[in-house]
C-alpha cells in the first residue's frame, strides 16, 4: 500500500548539484518523518539527513553545509538537495518515511566523479 519513489539521481562531477525526490503514495507525509540515508558499495548505510513533522532538519556531520533537506506536504514529497558534490557522496540514496513501520524506497544512484 505504501510506496517511496526517489528519483533525481544521476553522474555528476565533483562540485556540482543535484535535487533528489522522494514522492510517497499511500501514506501522508505531514504526520510523519521523513529521512535520506545512502550506502556506499561495501559500506553500512548511513544516515544522511532528517525532517520532522514540524520542519526541523539535521544533518550528518558530512553533508552539514551542503545538503538541504525539505519536505512538501501538499505534494507528499520529500526533497534532498545536494551542492557542492564531492566522489565520497557516491552512493545509492535511500527515501525512508518513519511511521508505525520504517518505510523505504529503492533508492536513486548518484555518482559524483573527480
Known amino acids: 500500500q505504501v510506496q517511496l519513489v526517489e528519483s533525481g539521481g544521476g553522474l555528476v562531477q565533483a562540485g556540482g548539484s543535484l535535487r533528489l525526490s522522494c514522492a510517497a503514495s499511500?501514506?501522508?507525509?505531514?504526520?510523519?518523518?521523513i529521512g535520506w540515508f545512502r550506502q556506499a558499495p561495501g559500506k553500512q548505510r548511513e544516515w544522511v539527513a532528517s525532517?520532522?513533522?514540524?520542519?526541523?532538519?539535521n544533518y550528518a556531520d558530512s553533508v552539514k553545509g551542503r545538503f538541504t533537506i525539505s519536505r512538501d506536504n501538499a505534494k507528499n514529497t520529500a526533497y534532498l538537495r545536494m551542492d557542492s558534490l564531492k566522489p565520497e557522496d557516491t552512493a545509492v540514496y535511500y527515501c525512508?518515511?518513519?511511521?508505525?513501520?520504517?518505510?523505504w524506497g529503492q533508492g536513486t544512484q548518484v555518482t559524483v566523479s573527480s
Open positions: 525512508k518515511v518513519s511511521s508505525h513501520f520504517d518505510y
Open positions: 525532517i520532522t513533522t514540524s520542519s526541523t532538519t
Open positions: 499511500g501514506i501522508t507525509f505531514s504526520s510523519n518523518a
